[in-house]
Each structure stands twice: as structure tokens, then as C-alpha cells.
């Protein structure tokens, strides 16, 4: 995977999340364990260390004064990740990405959209460099990191207050992504 640049990776992230609602987030890899790169993210304590573009439906200021920083996620723990999220193949986190861009469902096979749709996929996940690991908390990934998604995501671990939602976090040497969808159901 060649690393990419910033124009084309935050064109897109537009292109897959902006119809979206969705959380899409760099931070720094500052501890031995990237779980706590994660809650930094989680909780907006750290900035993306490129200063790339965020995707953060929740701006509300207002709310996550009320809800805690980590607002929609609930406040997350290194426990918590732990215990919720699994480990994914890089191709399972890039399905993941194109599932969130058709409202969790199935994903045309053959159209040009979809071909697109993976192609920037591949672009955001490129950032991350060829030494990643991916955690997701859908549930068929409890079983293996290369769930079948044929038919969408059907099943997941919540970690935020709404009623649905999945993701995956994308851990690199230097930086950890999280990429979030929440409740299309």
C-alpha cells in the first residue's frame, strides 16, 4: 500500500462519509498500547497529526458537555475496547467502509459506484501504511478476522448511546484511525 496525500485522502473521505452519519478521526500514536491512542480520539483530546480533515456529526459542544467528551461514544475504557472490538483483515476493514457508505446493507457487486466506492476505501486506509492491524466491533468478527458481508452488517457490540452502531479502529506505527458509523436502522 503506497501512502497517500492529503487532498486525495480527505476527497475521499467525503465522497464515502458525508451523506453519512458518521465519525471518521486520526490521533497520534503516543503509548505503548494503541488502546489508549484510541480513547484519545474517542474522547477528542488529541488532534489528527497531519491536521487532515475529521468528519464529526457530533459538534454539539453543548452535548458532550452534557454526554462527557467522548459524546456519542460512551465513555470508552481500555476495558471496554478490549472487550468490544475484534480483530479484522485489512480487506474486512475496507468492506467495512464501503458498508457504511450504503446504510449497512449489501453492496451492488458490479456497479461503477461500488468499484469507486472501494477505490476510496483503499485511498483512506492507504494513509495508514502496509504495517496495520484492525479491530472492528461487528459480530461476526468474533469468529474471524474475514467476516463474510456479503449481506451488510447485521450484528454488532455497541459503544456509543445510540441503538446501532459499527466501526473500526486501524492501528500503524505512527497513527490510529477510527471510523464510525451510527444507527441507520
Known amino acids: 500500500m503506497e501512502t497517500v496525500n492529503r487532498t486525495a485522502w480527505e476527497e475521499a473521505s467525503l465522497r464515502?462519509?458525508?451523506?453519512?452519519?458518521?465519525?471518521?478521526?486520526?490521533?497520534?500514536?503516543?503509548h505503548s498500547d494503541w488502546r489508549d491512542d484510541?480513547?484519545?480520539?474517542?474522547?477528542?483530546e488529541v488532534d489528527d497529526p497531519r491536521g487532515?480533515?475529521?468528519?464529526?456529526?457530533?459538534?454539539?459542544?453543548?452535548?458532550?458537555?452534557?454526554?462527557?467528551?467522548?459524546?456519542?461514544?460512551?465513555?470508552?475504557?481500555r476495558e471496554l475496547l478490549e472487550e468490544r472490538l475484534f480483530p479484522v483483515t485489512p480487506a474486512t476493514a475496507e468492506r467495512l467502509l464501503v458498508t457504511m457508505t450504503y446504510d449497512w446493507g449489501p453492496v451492488p457487486q458490479d456497479e461503477e459506484a461500488a468499484a469507486d466506492a472501494y477505490a476510496d476505501a483503499r485511498t483512506l486506509l492507504s494513509?495508514?501504511?502496509?504495517?496495520?492491524?484492525?479491530?472492528?466491533?461487528?459480530?461476526?468478527a468474533r469468529a474471524t478476522p474475514s467476516p463474510d458481508l456479503t449481506d451488510g452488517v447485521d450484528g454488532w457490540v455497541s459503544l456509543t448511546q445510540y441503538d446501532g452502531d459499527f466501526g473500526?479502529?486501524?492501528?500503524s506505527p505512527e497513527e490510529?484511525?477510527?471510523?464510525?458509523s451510527f444507527n441507520p436502522i
Open 168 to 171: 473500526f479502529v486501524v492501528v
Open 16 to 30: 464515502l462519509l458525508d451523506d453519512v452519519y458518521a465519525f471518521a478521526a486520526t490521533g497520534p500514536r503516543a
Open 52 to 77: 487532515w480533515n475529521v468528519l464529526d456529526w457530533e459538534t454539539d459542544k453543548e452535548e458532550r458537555a452534557t454526554a462527557g467528551p467522548s459524546f456519542p461514544f460512551r465513555p470508552p475504557s
Open 127 to 140: 494513509r495508514y501504511g502496509e504495517q496495520i492491524s484492525c479491530y472492528s466491533n461487528i459480530t461476526r
Open 176 to 180: 490510529v484511525g477510527v471510523f464510525w
Open 38 to 44: 484510541v480513547l484519545a480520539v474517542m474522547n477528542h
